[in-house]
């Protein structure tokens, strides 16, 4: 019972993993746009953060929350049916 739960916790997490990053993606896009002040200036202005490294660090994240998500999904049956 308690794979169980923690199968659907990854699951969800997971999911969470692969909508949030696309999001934030283009939220931080949007400020390297407007707070930069070249095209090819990562640094923001109104923060100093680095925000190329926000934009590849979400890129990064989105792919392991796929990854895990489409691992989870194809062991489903493996994983859950363990006695």
């Known amino acids: 019972m308690k794979l169980k739960s923690i199968y659907y916790l990854l699951l969800i997490i ?3 993993g692969i909508i949030i990053p696309p999001y934030g993606i283009v939220n931080t896009m949007l400020s390297l746009k407007y707070e930069t002040r ?3 200036d ?3 202005s109104a923060s100093g ?3 190329c490294d926000v934009i590849r660090n979400f890129k990064i994240l989105f792919v392991i929350c796929l990854i895990t998500f489409v691992s989870l999904i194809y062991f489903r049956k493996t994983i859950l049916n363990r006695n």
């Open 49 to 51: 953060e680095n925000l």
């Open 42 to 44: 990562c640094i923001s």
């Open 14 to 16: 997971s999911i969470l």
């Open 38 to 40: 070249d095209i090819e």
